[in-house]
């Protein structure tokens, strides 16, 4: 007999789809930074504003973890301490990586000169978050689905991801995320929305990040990667 939808386990699928935004958007701007071909003036600056936006997601994504997710599971599941305390310490450790981005990319969006600085800065930004979300998601989300309901980690995930933000910010970062997403990761996003709501979310949104992406990427291999999850990458290495 399935489970009653009071006691589903937790559908912690969305924190692998938002991570695989991320590693996806790193993966472009390498690609971008270490080619040899020139960038123009409006792509340097879009880059550079790229960078702040995706630290600031990353800030309060890890906040809401932080203040939210994280003791939630510790105040039912004492066992998963320890695994909790990882996490922690990954997000001290990522934190100043943040920070250096965003100082790399404050300084290549005035002056074109300072591009090594900002590639060294993603490349540093990478080798300390991505084996950071393979963790969270192979160690720490099946702890969450095995501690939280489904309702009760869809609560915590309106307190600590979506009612911090506006309309606007949800919209845009709504587009992020479900860029390039296969069918089934598409709509457990969207699914989540409201449909009123989703219909302005995916409409109205939708030419903004278009243009956004064709002045990132368009042109280059990178407009080309798709979302990053952990089974795609696995297989890239097979």
């Known amino acids: 007999m399935p489970d009653a939808p009071d006691h589903r386990p937790a559908d912690v699928r969305d924190m692998g789809i938002v991570h695989s935004a991320l590693r996806r958007d790193l993966r472009r701007m390498t690609m971008v930074l270490e080619s040899d071909a020139p960038i123009t003036d409006e792509r340097r600056r879009a880059l550079a504003e790229h960078a702040l936006d995706m630290m600031h997601f990353l800030h309060d994504h890890h906040t809401g973890e932080d203040d939210h997710l994280w003791p939630a599971v510790r105040s039912r599941n004492p066992d998963a301490g320890p695994l909790l305390d990882q996490m922690d310490a990954d997000h001290r450790r990522i934190a100043p990586a943040i920070t250096g981005l ?7 969006a005035t002056d074109a000169s300072a591009r090594d600085r900002f590639s060294a800065a993603v490349a540093a930004m990478a080798e300390v978050t991505l084996p950071h979300l393979r963790r969270e998601e192979l160690e720490m989300m ?15 995930g309106k307190r600590a991801f979506v009612k ?8 845009r970062e709504g587009h ?3 860029d ?22 995916l ?3 939708k030419r903004g990040y278009a243009k956004k992406c064709q002045t990132l990427w368009g042109g280059t291999p990178a407009a080309d990667v798709p979302s990053l999850s952990l089974a795609l990458l696995d297989r890239e290495q097979q």
């Open 102 to 108: 965003e100082e790399a990319a404050r300084a290549y």
């Open 142 to 156: 099946p702890v969450v689905a095995a501690t939280l309901t489904d309702a009760e980690y869809e609560k915590i």
């Open 164 to 171: 911090p933000k506006s309309f606007a910010e949800l919209g």
């Open 176 to 178: 992020w995320i479900i």
């Open 180 to 201: 390039g997403l296969d069918q089934e990761g598409y709509d457990r996003i969207v699914s989540v929305v409201p449909p009123p709501a989703r219909f302005v979310m």
């Open 203 to 205: 409409k109205g949104f």
